[in-house]
């Protein structure tokens, strides 16, 4: 049986891009609870995984699954900063980093992934509380990505994150029913 990498790659399907130019209030609710749920299902997700099982990649040449739990912290970190920053700053130009080297740190290698699901609890419940507390016109708040230098406003950021949960989850959950773990 052939491998479908780009299946392995993006098991939910890519981003949506361009991100929709309206996105109702419903629509936003569903990213907040998106992003308010993750950690609860990235938990389960990995609680029966053995080492060996956390140190398996989810496709060829991919992060272990280890390592995109601890990416999911490294990333969602950085989106809870760039929300602070474009609600206190004008349209600020974030600062972008290497997730690939990231993934590849010290505390990446050595730090059980308790401790990255403890992280990803708390940073969900400051990111969701803060979500929760915007006024619409908060929402249309932006930053400038650097490496692109398109400009996003927090209502887009939210969807992509909501999606950035859903596809890491998939990676690890796609694994887990190829490898017929229980």
Do not use: C
Not at 53 to 81: E, F, I, K
Not at 112 to 118: A, D, E, H, K, V
Not at 130 to 139: H, N, P, Y
């Amino acid at each position: 049986m052939e491998i479908d990498l780009e299946q392995l790659k993006y098991p939910t399907g890519k981003m949506p891009s361009p991100a929709p130019a309206e996105i109702s209030a419903s629509a936003l609710r569903g990213y907040i609870n998106d992003i308010r749920y993750l950690p609860s299902l990235v938990e389960i997700a990995v609680q029966t995984l053995d080492a060996a099982q956390l140190a398996t990649p989810y496709r060829p040449g991919g992060w272990t699954v280890a390592q995109v739990v601890h990416h999911l912290v490294d990333s969602h970190t950085n989106a809870l900063t760039r929300f602070k920053w474009a609600l206190t700053e004008d349209n600020p130009t974030i600062k972008a980093y290497n997730e690939t080297a990231w993934a590849e740190l010290p505390d990446v290698a050595k730090t059980p992934i308790n401790i990255s699901l403890t992280l990803l609890h708390a940073l969900h419940t400051r990111w969701v509380n803060l979500m929760e507390g915007l006024t619409e016109e908060q929402w249309e708040r932006t930053f400038v990505h650097p490496e692109s230098g398109k400009i996003f406003a927090l209502k887009t950021v939210a969807a992509n994150y909501a999606w950035h949960g859903k596809h890491h989850l998939a990676h690890i959950e796609r694994l887990k029913e190829r490898s017929n773990w229980h």
